[in-house]
């Protein structure tokens, strides 16, 4: 019976929204939005600028409740915020406490969940080393460059020990460089956890190199428009994924979709 319910458990979504309509001041800006996400799943939402790809977002943080259907985590209803949710913001000037160090603001998350202060420092240097950051946790935000600050607001986040990741645009503010090393650290990092992903980008070319699928919202009010599934090998490769047919066959498919509902 225990294996039938873990199997059970692993077929079931992580994430669920059902028919989810969202109203702002009278105005709707998601409207009748169905998708699962599944355990360890690397989704990712693209579309126009106004489509609701962070409102989506949102609502699967529970931050926002839905005026009308449901967004579930585990079968339950989302009722508000959840400690094993983690949200990485694209402004991480905003994010984090400029008063704090590296090691500070990512103790906060720990101070949150109640973890006993002798646990702090080994649980800080073991985040920090993941990240990259292994001899920065002595600086202060201010210190740091946008590279290394938007480290450290997801080192903060993996120390909620989350089950899903939720990143909104995180790399959108960065250098090329800089963007594409953390691409590939973020996807090391959700390997080596299992956590469940959903994120939110402008850049085609990014949603394909990170995720298992690529959903489209169309705009006013957003709504499902296309839903890709990514069929590409990992590990991936900065060039040799991008250069694969079955990514600039994706890419096409996806510019096509932008294009239309831009129109």
Known sequence: MAVANAGAGRNAPLIAFREVTLALGGRPIIEKLSFD????????????????????????????????????????AM????????????????????????AGNVALALEAAGVPKPRHAPRIAELLAKVGLPAHGDKYPTEMSGGMQQ??????????????????????????????????????????SGATVIFVTHDLEEAIYLGDRVIGLLPHPGRIGIDLKVELPRPRDQ????????????RRQLFDFIKTSEG
Request: include cysteine.
């Open 37 to 76: 996400v599944m355990p360890g799943e690397f989704v990712c939402i693209v579309g126009a600028s106004g489509c609701g790809k962070t409102t989506a977002l949102r609502l699967a943080a529970g931050l926002y409740q839905p005026t009308a259907g449901q967004v579930s985590f585990r079968s339950t």
């Open 79 to 102: 009722s508000g915020p959840r400690r094993d949710i983690a949200i990485v913001f694209q402004d991480y000037g905003k994010a984090l406490l400029p008063w704090r160090t590296a």
């Open 151 to 192: 480290r450290l607001q997801i080192a903060r986040c993996l120390a909620q020990d989350p089950v899903a990741l939720l990143m909104d645009e995180p790399f959108g503010a960065l250098d090329a460089m800089t963007r594409q090393g953390l691409q590939d650290e973020v996807l090391a990092l959700v390997a080596a």
């Open 239 to 250: 060039l040799a994924t991008r250069e694969h047919p079955e990514f600039l066959r994706l």
